[in-house]
């Protein structure tokens, strides 16, 4: 029983690409990575759109529990085919454009937030040998190209010329650029640890979680990809009773589909991407394969995502910024400071950490975490509303005086 | 591994073709563009398309930070000023520099592609295969550009710590001077 990475023979990538090589003749390498390469990005993609299908029933199903209600329950066994119907209800439905909006701006934005969503997945490492793509730049190239989201809020909600949608999305991208970075300096730690922003060398590094070795990173990069997902405590984009519905107001059938599509697939790629991160990736116990404990750990990431949505009040415009910028930006600095100087302590000449010395810095980093989290809460959280003490009115007894 | 040996082929040049293209055409619609908003746009493809470049010239790194900078940060900030302005539909009208700056322009890009043509560039495979480099410089070469992170992590933060710093220092230095300027009294 050791926490490994457990090769899947079949289940890996690479042994796709051997058997598609086999079956061409000799010297056609190219066209079996070629070929090979569309097969399994189709497979990925259309595994991904399948499970944001299922994950929008578990979603609403879920968030139903917490609230005390059922959810969909109609159509399928405690409602499973609810997506299938949403569906053809969104497709068929017509789709309606403004007639003062910027009719191919609006159409591209569903795309334009769509595609960098997926592109991510090119990163992601399933297993030991599966992923589409062996980027060294791996985390650099989440980043980069999940900032490309900003833009196709700002085209939803200029698009489709509606003030409510415009408000949304300027709201929502003040938001976004100010969370981008708390999380790229989240990310740091990880970088410093494992000495690679290749995704599938930062799975290598974890001979422990990184949960346990920089709990303080894992608070401030889940809090910020919330963010970036804008989900409940930070759902500013789209505050429902204050904006209509944010920046998809005017948007309909199809095109609104795409919109959600691309909403619900980020919890799931973001919890990939934390769980990669921080939780060991593809790591765990024989003779369970890899993959499935990743898909284990994206699973149980998802519902703790979940459960904070169903949890949390939505938080207020100012409030939000000033989280970003005081409190998460704040604790990123104490992370990159402290990991930083550890690494220097710790490391042999080679640049490798033990595990045992991790355990070490998990303890450091463990008191450092609750030390800053409670000067930041002390410093910044609100006060509690004084309540004035109850006196009584001075004409509650006027009667009674009077008699 | 997919990936790997795909320099000089077909594919790299049939992408090299359609990021010229569009950045080129991308860059014309942001300056021929009446509708500001759209401009800013055209000017983010034609970001992503020198980001491809840099990806083509494996330099993965510095396309991922154009990303990231010029197309997450830089382009939104042109789109929150942009914004700010009254007239957005029809806020780049024709003026009459238009032909002169045109020429101007043309000429500025002649120049350019002339000495880019002209030059004779020293292309580091060539030495290789001319075998002009040591086995050692050879092995080292291949080292920078199968993982160019490390080596410009080096350069940055250890050999040219204090240029990078005194970047960061003016930067900052800006930062604040806008604060000071814009800040309510």
Redesign the interface.
């Known amino acids: 029983m050791s926490y490994e990475i457990h090769a899947a023979g079949i289940l890996d990538f690479g042994s796709i690409y051997a058997f598609i090589d086999s079956l061409l003749p000799e010297g056609l390498d190219w066209l079996a990575f070629t070929v090979g390469g569309f097969v399994l990005s189709f497979i990925v993609i259309n595994a991904l759109v399948m499970s944001t299908a299922v994950y929008t029933w578990f979603e609403r199903r879920t968030l139903g529990r917490f609230q005390n209600r059922l959810g969909p329950n109609r159509w399928g066994p405690f409602g499973v085919l609810q997506p299938i119907a949403d569906l053809v209800k969104l497709i068929t439905k017509e789709d309606t454009t403004p007639d003062d909006a910027d009719r191919w701006v609006m159409t591209l934005a569903p795309v334009v937030l769509l595609v960098p969503t997926l592109l991510v997945v090119a990163v992601v490492p399933f297993g030991q040998d599966s992923f589409l793509g062996r980027l060294n730049i791996g985390i650099l190239f989440v980043l980069g190209v999940t900032s490309v989201n900003t833009i196709a809020i700002f085209m939803a909600g200029w698009g489709s010329a509606n003030k409510y949608a415009m408000l949304g999305a300027m709201r929502g991208v003040a938001m976004l650029v100010s969370y981008e970075v708390p999380m790229a300096l989240g990310v740091v730690g990880v970088v410093l640890l494992s000495g690679s922003l290749a995704l599938f060398d930062i799975v290598e590094a974890q001979p422990i979680p990184f949960l346990l070795v920089q709990p303080l990173g894992f608070l401030i990069f889940v809090a910020a990809a919330s963010a970036e997902m804008s989900r409940t405590p930070f759902d500013q984009i789209e505050a429902e009773s204050e904006l209509g519905s944010g920046y998809n107001t005017e948007y309909s059938g199809i095109k609104f589909a795409l919109l959600f599509l691309a909403e619900f697939m980020a919890p799931l790629i973001n919890s990939m991407i934390i769980v990669v991160l921080f939780l060991g990736g593809t790591r765990g116990f024989s003779p369970v394969p890899g993959q499935i404990w990743f898909i284990l750990k994206t699973f149980a990431v998802v519902f703790a995502l979940l459960w904070v949505r169903a949890t949390w009040p939505r938080l207020r415009v100012d409030q939000i910024m000033g989280f970003a910028w005081k409190g998460l930006f704040a604790l990123s600095l104490v992370n990159i400071f402290a990991i930083a100087i550890e690494v220097v302590i710790f490391q042999d000449e080679t640049g490798a950490i033990t595990a045992g010395q991790m355990w070490i810095m998990a303890a450091i980093n463990w008191a450092i975490t609750i030390a800053a989290v409670v000067v930041t809460a002390r410093t910044l959280g609100q006060r509690k509303l004084e309540r004035r003490r109850a006196s009584p009115s001075p004409l509650a007894n006027m009667y009674a005086e009077a008699d | 591994?997919?990936?790997q040996g795909t320099e000089a082929?077909l594919t790299v040049d049939v992408v090299f073709w359609v990021l010229a293209v569009s950045s080129i055409v991308a860059a014309f619609a942001v300056v021929h563009m009446r509708?500001l908003?759209?401009a800013a746009?055209f000017l983010?493809v034609s970001f992503v398309a020198v980001a491809g470049m840099f990806v083509l010239l494996r330099a993965?790194?510095i396309?991922?930070?154009q990303?990231?900078i010029y197309?997450?940060?830089i382009?939104?900030l042109i789109?929150?000023a942009i914004?700010m302005t009254g007239e957005v539909e029809s806020g780049s009208p024709a003026h009459s520099l238009r032909i002169p700056v045109g020429i101007l322009a043309a000429l500025f890009g002649l120049t350019a592609i002339f000495v880019s043509v002209d030059t004779e560039w020293r292309i580091l495979d060539q030495f290789i295969e001319a075998g002009l480099l040591s086995a050692g410089a050879t092995a080292q070469v291949r080292d920078v550009f199968s993982?160019?992170?490390p080596w410009i992590a080096r350069m940055l933060v250890q050999d040219f710590v204090l240029a990078f710093e005194v970047a960061s220092v003016v930067l900052l230095a800006a930062i604040i001077g806008a604060l000071a300027l814009i800040r309510e009294r």
């Open positions: 591994m997919p990936g082929s509708n908003f759209r746009l983010i993965e790194f396309a991922a930070v990303v990231l197309v997450g940060a382009s939104v789109i929150f914004l993982n160019t992170i």
